[in-house]
């Protein structure tokens, strides 16, 4: 019977993949405390994100800024509406495009969810240029591993 310590090749934690998976859990958990109060999950949190930036947008432009496809998009978009913070419309320029926008209620969601931000800078224990740095790196690793997103 061969020693298990003796078995060579690629170990879990020495893979990058796996430290970032890891952390992506640690942030979903992170997040989870400071976004039920609001009524949101993590990627519903995302999507508001980008209407809080630029509202009535459609289904399409959404998908693309979060790298999610139309499949994954619509139950969250179905959620955000029947809690009343987002409304969805036919475009009247082209029928074929839902355009989603903020109700209300979704665009005073905003100054609740202000501390959410601030928060998880706080619990990730780094100092702001850290953050940055770390987010410009992971921004880089993601165009060089999939270059046509």
Excluded at 37 to 62: F, R
């Amino acid at each position: 019977m061969q020693d298990k310590k003796a078995i060579k090749g690629p170990r879990l934690d020495n893979q990058l993949c796996f430290a970032i998976y890891g952390a992506a859990h640690a942030f979903n958990r992170a997040y989870k405390p400071l976004l039920e109060p609001l009524g949101l999950t993590y990627p519903q949190y995302l999507v508001m994100m980008v209407l809080w930036e630029n509202d009535a947008q459609s289904v399409k432009a959404i998908g693309e800024r979060l790298g999610l496809d139309s499949g994954t998009l619509s139950p969250l978009l179905k959620r955000l509406q029947q809690a009343g913070y987002v409304a969805r419309e036919r475009s009247s320029g082209d029928e074929r495009q839902v355009i989603i926008s903020l109700t209300e209620t979704g665009a005073a969601l905003q100054q609740k969810a202000a501390n959410v931000m601030q928060s998880i800078g706080i619990a990730t224990g780094c100092t702001r240029e850290e953050i940055e740095t770390m987010r410009e790196r992971l921004h880089a690793l993601r165009r060089q591993l999939a270059p046509e997103e």
